[in-house]
Each structure stands twice: as C-alpha cells, then as structure tokens.
C-alpha cells in the first residue's frame, strides 16, 4: 500500500499532500470566483453613471431632476446572495407618469437609470420583485 508521495527529493506522507493538493485548488477556485465577480460590472459594460449616460441618455437626466425635485417615491434593495453587495432602486414618477428607476450602489453611486417598458406602477414593482428585490424603509446608507 502506497503511504507516501515523492515531490522532487522529498517524500510526503499521501494525506498531507491530499490535503495540499484540495486546498490548492479551493484557493485557485475562491480567488477566480473572486475576481470574475469583482469585474463583472466593468466587463459587462455596467461603469457608473456612464452605462446610464450611454445606454438610457434619453431617461437618464429626467430621472435624475426628477429624484433631485421630489425625491424618491420608494427605494428597493437587493441584497445579492452569493456575495453580500447590496443594490437599491430609487423610484420616481415622471412628468409622462412612467417610473424612472435610478440604481444605486452602498455608498450612493450611481450604476445605472432607466424606464421598464410596461412602466406602470405594477409594472415597475413586478420587475423589482421578480429581479429580487425588497421594498427598502430603512435609512440609506449614504
């Protein structure tokens, strides 16, 4: 029965060198989940409020006036699973009576503005729901 492992020169008993080999590859997995989900918002195109100014230009400013006069109607909160980051939706209702949703990272930066298709108050609230979010009464934190 094989009770040790050569590396190079030394021998290794064959359970130190399972435990060095799992543990390897829990680090090299750990830090590659890391990583992809520590980009994921660049990579993806999500960078701040510039994704909104591309990408929804036509809302976004509206949105913003709109939050910066009256505030937001209600704010929702998602708080990803897997890693803990929390995102929150400040809700407003436009001249037009769309919903203008302005997503906001923990510290208030803005990730992204837009206006769902079927933007009625059901509308709305139905995507937030279905996208994992919660109504949000507490205080903000930034």
């Known amino acids: 029965m094989v009770r040790n492992v050569t590396l190079g020169n030394r021998k290794i008993d064959l359970w130190l060198f399972g435990i060095i080999v799992g543990l390897l590859i829990v680090i090299i997995l750990g830090l590659a989940n890391l990583g992809a989900f520590d980009f994921t918002k660049t990579w993806r ?15 976004v400013g509206e949105i913003r006036h709109c939050l910066n006069q009256n505030g937001a109607h209600q704010v929702w909160r998602r708080i990803d699973k897997r890693t803990n980051r929390q995102t929150f939706i400040e809700l407003c209702q436009l001249p ?3 919903w203008g949703m302005m997503v906001k990272g923990l510290n208030g930066e803005e990730i992204t503005a837009f206006v769902k298709e ?20 507490g205080e903000l934190p930034y």
């Open 96 to 98: 037009n009576d769309d």
């Open 118 to 137: 079927a933007a009625t108050w059901i509308g709305t609230t139905n995507y937030l729901v279905r996208a994992g979010y919660t109504r949000f009464t």
């Open 45 to 59: 195109g999500y960078d701040g409020p510039r994704h909104a100014e591309q990408n929804h230009s036509d809302v």
